[in-house]
């Protein structure tokens, strides 16, 4: 797994899009995890609920082998760090 941005600026209510890549041959498992200030890491999203989060969403590409993370809206709160795993 790799995430090529360390931080990310997003004016409020602009898209925003963290990225995630992964080299593996089979049938990837992937998630999002976020944790806001203060508090404990929490799943956000898995690839297999097709759910919306928070307006957040996650599309497995499995031809370019990337799972990122995007809304379309940025809030002020949306501010956290975001690990694929």
Same mark, same amino acid.
């Given at each position: 797994m790799t995430q090529p941005e360390d931080h990310i600026s +997003?004016?409020?209510? %602009?898209?925003?899009?963290? #990225?995630?890549?992964?080299?593996? %041959?089979?049938?990837?498992v992937l998630f999002?995890? +976020?944790?806001?200030? !203060?508090?404990h890491l929490q799943l956000l999203l898995k690839h297999i609920s097709r759910e919306s989060i928070r307006g957040f969403t996650a599309h497995l590409d !499995? #031809?370019?082998? %990337?799972f990122h993370? #995007? !809304?379309?809206?940025?809030? /002020? /709160?949306? %501010?956290?760090v975001y690990y694929c795993a």
């Open positions: +997003v004016f409020e209510r %602009s898209p925003v899009q963290v #990225k995630c890549n992964y080299s593996y %041959s089979g049938s990837p999002w995890y +976020v944790q806001y200030p !203060k508090q !499995k #031809k370019e082998a %990337s993370l #995007k !809304k379309p809206s940025a809030q /002020e /709160e949306d %501010s956290a």
